[in-house]
């Protein structure tokens, strides 16, 4: 999957540059009376809509305030056994960490790769096993702020190999998305573009 998000980000790029070029190059007899109208006008527009608008403030707006993964957590002292529990009732891939008392505080991150490699694996026990025992600790977590834009997130993403990444603000956690989040932001934002420049083919601005 990693691998094809690397072609979402090179492809996204690659297309609109093509589009661009399709703009500069179709019907050159018309170039003297189209651009001298446009020139200082759409590519402010363009800029302002482009391929990196969205953020990750809008990905979690997308997901509602109670949707599944926005903000679901576990805390140090719960069982891993518990906290896979609460992964496979709400379909998610991992859970934010918090200390005992301090939701908004991040401890940590566990996920399904941490089960099999630290549980699974291993052979250990997950009811007796502490969740603060084999999560990824704070201080090795990669985080986002709710204003980095989403081909920014998916950059980080893949070039860490994680597939959810916490959102943090100056006040602490705000919530979490997922590798799936992300990429479903990008296509929508890709697809919102190309409509922008048809319509900027054929005089829609």
Known sequence: MLGGIQKVLSHGIVLKSAVLQHIRLVNPVMRPLLFPRYESVAPARMEEHGFESTTIADVLKAKGKNADGSWLWCTTDDTVYDAVKSMTQHNVGALVVVKPGEQ??????????????KIIVQGRSSKSTKVGDIMTEENKLVTVKPDTKVLKAMQLMTDNRIRHIPVIDDAGMIGMVSIGDVVRAVVSEHREELDRLNAYIHGGY
Do not use: F, N, P, V
């Open 104 to 117: 908004r505080s991040i401890a940590g991150i566990i996920t399904e790769r941490d089960y099999l490699r």
